[in-house]
Nanobody
Framework: QVQLVESGGGLVQAGGSLRLSCVAS????????MGWHRQAPGKQRERVAD????????TYADSVKGRFAISKDSAKNTVYLPMDSLKPEDTGVYYC???????????WGQGTQVTVSS
């Protein structure tokens, strides 16, 4: 069984920074792709950033380009999301996702709350 655990969320003032982390544990032979999604109160979950397993390609939502930068540490099965110049509209629960192994199964973390005050 694969489990993902996020950390690093919190309360920050507008213009501040946070760094989210997501560690995967369990039987993992390879990570096909990984990403971060978020859900604001009353809104649908949206994709924020994702990366191929090898790290060669990354994509970002237009709203976070230039401010967020997804990265990974393959040896630790960990994906990061440093977030700079945070805005109140970045507030939400951030979820980590990893698509793993030959089964191409996607796993999700439990989420970590990010609150940006104005």
């Amino acid at each position: 069984q694969v489990q993902l655990v996020e950390s690093g969320g919190g309360l920050v003032q507008a213009g501040g920074s946070l760094r989210l982390s997501c560690v995967a544990s369990g039987s993992i032979s390879r990570i096909n792709f990984m990403g971060w999604h978020r859900q604001a109160p009353g809104k649908q979950r949206e994709r924020v950033a994702d990366m191929t397993g090898g790290g060669a390609a990354t994509t970002y939502a237009d709203s976070v380009k230039g401010r967020f930068a997804i990265s990974k540490d393959s040896a630790k099965n960990t994906v990061y999301l440093p977030m700079d110049s945070l805005k109140p509209e970045d507030t939400g629960v951030y979820y980590c996702m990893m698509n793993i192994d030959k089964t191409w199964t996607s796993y999700w973390g439990q989420g970590t709350q990010v609150t940006v005050s104005s």
